[in-house]
């Protein structure tokens, strides 16, 4: 008899949607995968959550687009056309845009799940080859104010400073506007093996969630007003005498200005601001104070607010006042979302930044990269517009738009409006793996390849720098992002610099990123083969990192894990052999922080109104959110059945005390009015939420799409707009 069939290679790769970027392994076999678990990956040692586990469904589903669509002015539909005509009607409709109204009327949108060699090109391509300043990317709407803070504290921003592997040694968490258990769910277990061994968990969520359900204190303030909440806790803090006077004295400036803000806000203010009572501040600052380490986690909830910056910042002073931050088992970090959520920031599709998280104004940088790119640093476009704001210019100032890996039809603040400026553009041309919302109104759709078809890294949101490998053979009517890039970039004259090879493009941004602050020059293709990924900044052996990182000395680097206590109670990493290539910086500030003089920055921050406030006419409050079936804009997770049996459609979640005063019984439509829009979905009555706020998970499109309701306000650093605040009316609708 013959020999059976030896069973299919397991390929090591990772899940394509959230910035967890769990590992899984999978199976590969002709044209469909199946995922098998990979217990090796540190991070979620083989758990994955339903999103995951159903992730190959979208590969072969009937809906993916397996060849391009372009707009026939005779119908007006999208109908069949080949490659060479899709990127022959998408570079006449870019060029045709940028010879009559300039090079600024051409816009760029990325997504914060493009691999880190597609958002890297993304922004070579801008501002090589169409010459535009105007890209700026969906993560703006993520989680730009924690990384406007953590600049502005610590002169960096990596989202968590530290591995996941510290959560659990810490002594308390206090963990603000996350929902981990639904948005990714393999992370709870951090949370619970710190409280298995004795440490506490603060949550802090308008909502009791099923994170916050797992808490020793849950504090549940008005939406808005964790700012406030913070400098409660700081106020308390400074009154019991419990700041770490040595070190602010030695690590911090600032602290003067800081503390007397937090000062102005006493503990009965801060409850009447928040709805959280004094006794439970109090408990917050016992729990706190009394561990030995703590670590405050920020997520949506503070950062999506007209004054993210300012709340992830007073979150921040927090934790410097008590002296954790820039040591071992402490410290402030944001829980990015989105899958490349991290790495996407770094590379130049942000409309301020340059690869390696360098500043697209200065000059230092833009000669470093022009450089790299063989452009003169002069050509370089100088920063755009943010995303909204680059939305809201669509058809008036920006003409012509290419878009990559994003639904703002479905994701962005103010969709209604949103969709309409998407559909008075001139040209639109979409990248994406289905015909999402946004999709469906381009003039060119263009089916590009999905991630276990194609290699590429990402990096999670502790900083790791991941390889998700090919593990299947694409449809032949479908191409790589990168591909696209290069064709549309020979038909505008550049035939050359847009690599189709992503370990040929990584090469490049390493060059791009040495030396920057996100320095990836000493990460390749082999290492990540053969290490469960490498933390950045990692420069090459020998090479000077920024100020605020550790500098390997005479070609000794430091040692990725097992940081040892020195003498002066600070830690030190155990030098490697001479020669060794530099091991990645699992934990950042651990001898100075990133700023000029080494010290963390306190900034003085106060409390103060969300953008849009309750009133008689609008007297609720509208917080968005996920679920744990759906990921970000759905354009994904629904079409995969399971994940929509799961989690069907939006509703809105109201406490009953509302429900009753408007009449509305679990599962009835309820329409939501905001001065921007209305939404209907069906009511999900809770007790979970405050009687004051009403919940909207945004996954939806059409009549209940929660982001039809939602406020563009900016946040005047970040430019985040305020998703989790915005005024509403509920009314009853006929059944
Ligand atoms: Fe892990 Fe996030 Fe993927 Fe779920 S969606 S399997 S939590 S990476």
Not at 186 to 193: D, I
Not at 309 to 324: E, F, M, Q, R, Y
Not at 676 to 701: K, L, N, Q, Y
């Amino acid at each position: 008899a013959p020999a059976p069939a030896p069973a299919p290679a397991l390929v090591p790769t990772h899940c394509p949607y959230c910035s967890l970027q769990c590992g899984m392994n999978l199976r590969g076999s002709g044209e469909t995968v199946e995922v098998v678990e990979r217990a090796d990956f540190p991070v979620n040692r083989g758990a994955l959550c339903g999103k995951g586990r159903t992730a190959p469904a979208v590969l072969s589903s009937r809906v993916r687009l397996t060849g391009p669509l372009v707009r026939r002015p005779a119908t007006g539909r999208l109908e069949p056309a080949t490659w060479e005509e899709a990127l022959r009607v998408t570079a006449d409709g870019l060029r045709r845009t940028r010879a009559r109204h300039g090079a600024d009327a051409v816009g760029v949108f990325g997504g914060g799940g493009l691999t880190n060699e597609k958002a890297y090109a993304l922004g070579k391509f801008a501002r090589v080859v169409l010459g535009t300043s105007q890209i700026d990317y969906n993560g703006r709407f993520c989680m730009s104010s924690a990384a406007a803070a953590h600049n502005r504290a610590f002169g960096l921003d990596r989202g968590l400073p530290f591995p996941l592997e510290d959560i659990p040694r810490t002594g308390c968490v206090v963990l603000v506007g996350s929902n981990l258990a639904e948005t990714m769910p393999p992370a709870l277990r951090y949370l619970t093996e710190l409280r298995d061994n004795g440490g506490k968990l603060i949550v802090v969520d308008p909502r009791r969630t099923k994170t916050a359900e797992q808490a020793d204190l849950h504090l549940a303030p008005r939406p808005g007003t964790d700012l406030a909440l913070a400098l409660g806790l700081l106020h308390l803090v400074v009154a019991q005498g419990r700041t770490d006077e040595a070190f602010i004295e030695e690590r911090t400036t600032g602290w003067e200005e800081a503390r007397a803000a937090a000062m102005a806000h006493w503990p009965e203010l801060v409850e009447r601001i928040t709805g959280v009572g004094v006794p439970q501040l109090r408990s917050a600052v016992a729990m706190f104070c009394d561990a030995p380490n703590a670590m405050v986690l920020t997520a949506r909830g503070p950062e999506q607010q007209s004054k993210g910056t300012d709340t992830v910042g007073a979150w921040i002073n927090l934790a410097l006042a008590t002296g954790n931050a820039g040591r071992p088992l402490a410290g402030y970090g944001c829980l990015t979302g989105q899958g490349n959520g991290q790495g996407g920031r770094e590379h130049g599709q942000k409309a301020d930044q340059l690869p390696g998280y360098r500043r697209l104004d200065d000059p230092a940088a833009r000669a470093h990269v022009a450089a790299v790119w063989g452009v003169d640093p002069g050509s370089l476009p100088g920063p755009g517009r943010s995303a909204y704001e680059l939305l809201d210019a669509l058809g008036r100032d920006v003409r012509a738009l290419l878009l990559m890996g994003s639904n703002p039809v479905v994701s962005a603040p103010r969709a209604a409006h949103v969709e309409e400026r998407l559909r008075s553009l001139d040209f639109l041309a979409v990248a994406d793996v289905v015909l999402s919302e946004t999709a469906e109104l381009a003039d060119v759709v263009l089916p590009v390849t999905q991630w276990a078809e194609e290699t590429g890294t990402m990096t999670n949101l502790e900083g790791r720098v991941l390889l998700r490998r090919r593990a299947l053979t694409p449809p032949p009517g479908v191409r790589s992002d990168l591909e696209v890039m290069h064709g549309l970039a020979g038909l505008l004259g550049h035939e050359k610099g847009f690599p189709t090879d992503p370990e040929e493009v990584f090469g490049e941004l390493r060059r791009a990123s040495s030396g920057g602050p996100a320095d990836y020059a000493g990460i390749s293709y082999r290492r990540l083969e053969e290490e469960q990924g490498v933390f950045w900044p990692c420069p090459e052996t020998g090479a000077v990192a920024p100020d605020g990182v550790t500098v390997p000395a005479g070609g000794a680097a430091v040692a990725p894990d097992g940081p040892t206590e020195g003498p002066d109670g600070h830690t030190r990493q155990p030098d490697r052999p001479a020669g060794s290539p530099h091991p990645g910086t699992p934990r950042l500030f651990l001898d100075r922080f990133a700023t000029p003089d080494g010290r963390a920055r306190f900034v003085p921050v106060v409390h103060r109104e969300a953008a849009e406030p309750t009133d008689a006419e609008y007297p609720v409050v509208l917080t968005t959110g996920r679920v744990v079936a759906q990921y970000q804009s759905g354009a994904q997770t629904r079409r995969v059945d399971e994940l929509n049996a799961a989690a069907p459609g939006p509703f809105v979640e109201l406490h009953p005390q509302l429900a009753a005063r408007l009449g509305v019984a679990d599962g009835e439509p309820v329409a939501v009015v905001s001065r921007r829009g209305r939404a209907v979905a069906p009511a999900r009555v809770s007790e979970a939420i405050r009687p004051d706020t009403v919940f909207m998970p945004f996954h939806w499109p059409g009549a209940g799409r929660a982001n039809t309701l939602t406020n563009p306000a900016l946040d005047p650093t970040s430019r985040m707009p305020e998703f989790k605040v915005c005024a509403v009316r509920l009314e009853r609708v006929a059944a």
